[in-house]
Structure formats: structure tokens, C-alpha cells
């Protein structure tokens, strides 16, 4: 029998079995609401024609689709521009050593382009998202600068995550790599990573080499004057010489984007003993930069400055780990050394389950550096109050005191004193961490067995 007309029997016996249950039940649809009903009757004879057409007309075959890659999560909603990444070189002549230097440093900047995946090479690798070489926007330009220093035998990689974080709040973020040497003749160069690569040292022979520096800068403070000031300070204010001429030279990407009257400086361990020498701590002062309004430390130790960070006159925000002791200086100076020497306005964070590499981007676990912002608890509130200190101090931003005047769930212990006698304090103190000096014990046996 031809297939045309078995279909079109199959099709009216159907028919007329979906009308046959209608009759019968006319006589309840009718004391129902009509519309019900007719809803009723209208849902079979559309089904009827979807099957008949099924049935006889042939089925479409849509074509194969191209599957599109994962595009990266969306940005925080507190982010206001996409993270901007540039590495530049810059020719240094160190008056110390009379040689020539390359400085390599890292710019995050704001953009309105849109990121792609990113690894830096940092003591390990951390995956993020940024626009390399992209313009700089200029919808709120111009921008403040903010100069990071990295702790011993570090990079300018080593806080990826918080400079990523500010350019996407609206900073201009630099972090060079200062040139560590290593013990005992401290001539060669040695460090966990560089921001162009080029290690040559592993892990555990870099810790051996911190392990040294930290007990010749404990044993003799002449030491540690000698080796910041021939490794770092004058290096940093020479990198903000070069970002200022960006500045003012209409060749350059950063043209008029940048607020010269806004500049502030963060540093991680020695990175925060650059950051307090630079901003009126040094005994002389002569290396003081007057440019820097603000400054922002993760695991400073207070040796060997202690007498003198009450000379220090912009604003001060420490933060330290609850498992993370002074590297430098005696072990009876406490963790909380800076800001009780420090003059207000002064703020104390004390973060939970934090050690010393907390600060840096291994405080971020397996987690990409751009997701880990919002959702590692140690990482986000190192910075949201980081950047909100800057917010209040650099972009006279009002809205930073909500993030400023209450406590978080991932901050053990919080004490501030914006005014002279006026204290602020949350939640109590914890006793002195127990893996090991800042922690470093800690880092040392994860890096041995990897």
C-alpha cells in the first residue's frame, strides 16, 4: 500500500478518536470556563497538524555548528575598565656601582579592550586575563600611579593580581624587577623569576640564598642600608622619573594619562622596607621621594627603621598574615612594629590563615588571578581595602570609607587611626603564627618536594 495513504488513514482514525472524547465530554467543558476549553480543543487540532506535517514533509537537517571556545568570566562588576599590560626596558646608570643597568618593569593600565588569556611566569605560573599592548582609555584619564616593589629575590610579576585589579579601578600600576645578588660575594644575580624569564636557579637554591641575606641584614643594619641603597632606591625613583616622561611626551601610549600629583607606593617584605625608606624612614631622609602620597605594606618589617618611621608623614596602610613574623630585625619586635611607629592616619590589617607569601599571587592557590580577586577570601580582602585606601587618599574618593570603616570575615584583626586619638578597632589580635619566621619554613618544604 502507498505510504502517502497509510499515513493519511493513520492520520483520520486518530481524528476521529480526539473528537469522539470531546463529544463525550461536552457537557463538563461546558460548565467549565470556556476559555479553558477552547484552549483545550485548540491544543489538538495544532497537535494533529504538527504530527500530519512530521509525518509527510521531510525532516531539516540544521547544518553543524561552530563551537565557540570559553570565553573568560565575566569582569567584576566593580571593575570599571579591563586590566591593560606593557613591558618595558629602561637604561639606568647606577652611580653606586658606576655600571649600566636594564631596568624591566611591568605596566597595568586601564583599557577598554577586551582581554585574552595570560600566564605569567612567575615562581610558578598564574593564569589571568589581559589586553597586552592595548591603548590606554582614556574615558577617566588622568589616572594615579602607583609604584610596587617586590620582595628579596622577587620580581615585578610577584603581585599580579593587585596591579591587574587597580588598573581595572582606574590605575596607572608599575612594578620593575630589582637586581638581588647572591651570598656571600653578592655580585651574581639570582632571583625566583623575572618578568621576561631567564631563570636560572631553582627554588630552593633561591630560598637558600634569601635564607643567607635575611642572617648578613640581621647581623649588621650597615648591610641592609648598603644593599637597599645600592639595589633599590635609587632605582625606584628613577622608574617614576621614566613614567612621569610618558607622561609628558606626546609619542608615548601614556601621554596626559597619568595624575603626577597622585602617586603612591606599595611593596611586599624587603618590598615594604623599599616602600618605608622611600617615603621618609631612611635616618638622612636623603632618599625620601617626596612624590609618594601614600604607601601600602604587606609583611614590612620594621628593622631596621624602627626609630625613624615616625618621620613618615603621608598616609600608612600595613598588612600583615596571621602565620606571618618579621623576617628582619630581632625576633622580639612584633609584627604590628610599623604601625604602632607610625604617625595617623594608619591602618592595621591582620589577615586570616595568611602567611608571608599570602601577599603575593601564590596566596591565590590554583585559582586565575582575575577570578581569584572576588573569590579567594585572603586575596579579595587584601584588595578591596588596598585599593580602597588608595581610592581615599589619591582619588579623595568619599565612597572608600564603606569598604574602610567595617571588618571582614577573612580579617582576624583590624585597628585604624585616621585622626590623632581617634581608634577604630575590630575583632582581637591573634598570638604570634607558628610555622616558622613569616612563614617562609612553611614556603621552604612545599618548594623542596615539588
Same mark, same amino acid.
Given at each position: 500500500?502507498?505510504?502517502?495513504?497509510?499515513?493519511?488513514?493513520?492520520?483520520?482514525?486518530?481524528?476521529?478518536?480526539?473528537?469522539?472524547?470531546?463529544?463525550?465530554?461536552?457537557?463538563?467543558?461546558?460548565?467549565?470556563?470556556?476559555?479553558?476549553?477552547?484552549?483545550?480543543?485548540?491544543?489538538?487540532?495544532?497537535?494533529?497538524?504538527?504530527?500530519?506535517?512530521?509525518?509527510?514533509?521531510?525532516?531539516?537537517?540544521?547544518?553543524?555548528?561552530?563551537?565557540?571556545?570559553?570565553?573568560?568570566?565575566?569582569?567584576?562588576?566593580?571593575?570599571?575598565?579591563?586590566?591593560?599590560?606593557?613591558?618595558?626596558?629602561?637604561?639606568?646608570?647606577?652611580?653606586?656601582?658606576?655600571?649600566?643597568?636594564?631596568?624591566?618593569?611591568?605596566? /597595568?593600565?586601564?583599557?577598554?579592550?577586551?582581554?585574552?588569556?595570560?600566564?605569567?611566569?612567575?615562581?610558578?605560573?598564574?593564569?589571568?586575563?589581559?589586553?597586552?599592548? #592595548?591603548?590606554?582609555?582614556?574615558?577617566?584619564?588622568?589616572?594615579?600611579?602607583?609604584?610596587?616593589?617586590?620582595?628579596?629575590?622577587?620580581?615585578?610579576?610577584?603581585?599580579?593580581?593587585?596591579?591587574?585589579?587597580?588598573?581595572?579601578?582606574?590605575?596607572?600600576?608599575?612594578?620593575?624587577?630589582?637586581?638581588?645578588?647572591?651570598?656571600?660575594?653578592?655580585?651574581?644575580?639570582?632571583?625566583?623569576?623575572?618578568?621576561?624569564?631567564?631563570?636560572?636557579?631553582?627554588?630552593?637554591?633561591?630560598?637558600?640564598?634569601?635564607?643567607?641575606?635575611?642572617?648578613?641584614?640581621?647581623?649588621?643594619?650597615?648591610?641592609?642600608?648598603?644593599?637597599?641603597?645600592?639595589?633599590?632606591?635609587?632605582?625606584?625613583?628613577?622608574?617614576?622619573?621614566?613614567?612621569?616622561?610618558?607622561?609628558?611626551?606626546?609619542?608615548?601610549?601614556?601621554?596626559?594619562?597619568?595624575?603626577?600629583?597622585?602617586?603612591?607606593?606599595?611593596?611586599?617584605?624587603?618590598?615594604?622596607?623599599?616602600?618605608?625608606?622611600?617615603?621618609?624612614?631612611?635616618?638622612?631622609?636623603?632618599?625620601?621621594?617626596?612624590?609618594?602620597?601614600? #604607601?601600602?605594606?604587606?609583611?614590612?618589617?620594621?628593622?631596621?627603621?624602627?626609630?625613624?618611621?615616625?618621620?613618615?608623614?603621608?598616609?600608612?596602610?600595613?598588612?600583615?598574615?596571621?602565620?606571618?613574623?618579621?623576617?628582619?630585625?630581632?625576633?622580639?619586635?612584633?609584627?604590628?612594629?610599623?604601625?604602632?611607629?607610625?604617625?595617623?592616619?594608619?591602618?592595621?590589617?591582620?589577615?586570616?590563615?595568611?602567611?608571608?607569601?599570602?601577599?603575593?599571587?601564590?596566596?591565590?592557590?590554583?585559582?586565575?588571578?582575575?577570578?581569584?580577586?572576588?573569590?579567594?577570601?585572603?586575596?579579595?580582602?587584601?584588595?578591596?581595602?588596598?585599593?580602597?585606601?588608595?581610592?581615599?587618599?589619591?582619588?579623595?574618593?568619599?565612597?572608600?570609607?564603606?569598604?574602610?570603616?567595617?571588618?571582614?570575615?577573612?580579617?582576624?584583626?583590624?585597628?585604624?587611626?585616621?585622626?590623632?586619638?581617634?581608634?577604630?578597632? /575590630?575583632?582581637?589580635?591573634?598570638?604570634?603564627?607558628?610555622?616558622?619566621?613569616?612563614?617562609?619554613?612553611?614556603?621552604?618544604?612545599?618548594?623542596?618536594?615539588?
Amino acid at each position: 500500500m502507498n505510504k502517502k495513504i497509510v499515513i493519511f488513514i493513520s492520520l483520520f482514525i486518530i481524528s476521529l478518536l480526539l473528537l469522539s472524547g470531546y463529544a463525550l465530554s461536552k457537557e463538563s467543558l461546558s460548565n467549565s470556563n470556556s476559555s479553558v476549553a477552547g484552549a483545550k480543543v485548540s491544543w489538538n487540532f495544532n497537535f494533529l497538524r504538527r504530527l500530519k506535517e512530521r509525518m509527510i514533509s521531510p525532516r531539516k537537517i540544521s547544518p553543524p555548528q561552530k563551537i565557540q571556545p570559553e570565553k573568560p568570566v565575566a569582569q567584576s562588576e566593580s571593575a570599571v575598565f579591563n586590566a591593560g599590560l606593557k613591558i618595558v626596558d629602561f637604561n639606568f646608570y647606577n652611580s653606586i656601582t658606576n655600571q649600566s643597568e636594564i631596568i624591566t618593569a611591568a605596566v /597595568w593600565y586601564p583599557t577598554d579592550t577586551e582581554p585574552q588569556s595570560f600566564i605569567y611566569h612567575d615562581a610558578e605560573d598564574y593564569q589571568s586575563i589581559v589586553a597586552l599592548n #592595548a591603548p590606554v582609555s582614556q574615558r577617566a584619564a588622568p589616572y594615579p600611579l602607583i609604584i610596587f616593589s617586590h620582595g628579596a629575590y622577587g620580581s615585578g610579576y610577584n603581585a599580579a593580581y593587585f596591579m591587574e585589579y587597580l588598573a581595572k579601578q582606574g590605575y596607572v600600576a608599575v612594578a620593575q624587577d630589582y637586581i638581588d645578588a647572591k651570598p656571600p660575594e653578592y655580585e651574581e644575580e639570582i632571583a625566583f623569576s623575572r618578568i621576561k624569564g631567564g631563570k636560572n636557579f631553582s627554588n630552593l637554591q633561591v630560598l637558600r640564598a634569601g635564607k643567607e641575606f635575611v642572617e648578613d641584614a640581621n647581623a649588621s643594619t650597615e648591610f641592609m642600608l648598603a644593599y637597599v641603597e645600592k639595589h633599590r632606591l635609587n632605582h625606584t625613583s628613577f622608574v617614576i622619573d621614566q613614567i612621569i616622561a610618558f607622561n609628558r611626551d606626546s609619542a608615548s601610549d601614556f601621554y596626559q594619562v597619568i595624575d603626577e600629583q597622585a602617586i603612591g607606593m606599595m611593596g611586599h617584605s624587603l618590598g615594604g622596607l623599599t616602600t618605608l625608606a622611600k617615603t621618609g624612614a631612611y635616618p638622612t631622609q636623603k632618599y625620601t621621594d617626596e612624590r609618594i602620597k601614600t #604607601a601600602l605594606l604587606f609583611s614590612a618589617p620594621a628593622y631596621p627603621f624602627l626609630d625613624t618611621i615616625n618621620q613618615i608623614d603621608i598616609p600608612i596602610m600595613m598588612m600583615v598574615g596571621d602565620n606571618d613574623e618579621p623576617n628582619y630585625g630581632p625576633k622580639d619586635v612584633p609584627r604590628r612594629a610599623v604601625y604602632d611607629s607610625a604617625v595617623p592616619p594608619k591602618y592595621l590589617l591582620i589577615i586570616k590563615d595568611a602567611t608571608h607569601f599570602t601577599f603575593g599571587n601564590s596566596g591565590s592557590g590554583k585559582t586565575p588571578l582575575y577570578r581569584a580577586v572576588e573569590t579567594v577570601p585572603q586575596t579579595s580582602a587584601i584588595t578591596r581595602y588596598g585599593a580602597a585606601f588608595f581610592n581615599k587618599y589619591l582619588k579623595n574618593d568619599l565612597s572608600a570609607d564603606k569598604q574602610l570603616n567595617k571588618t571582614d570575615s577573612a580579617v582576624a584583626y583590624y585597628v585604624k587611626e585616621e585622626k590623632l586619638g581617634e581608634v577604630s578597632e /575590630w575583632g582581637k589580635e591573634p598570638a604570634p603564627g607558628k610555622g616558622g619566621p613569616g612563614g617562609i619554613l612553611k614556603e621552604i618544604i612545599k618548594r623542596r618536594f615539588k
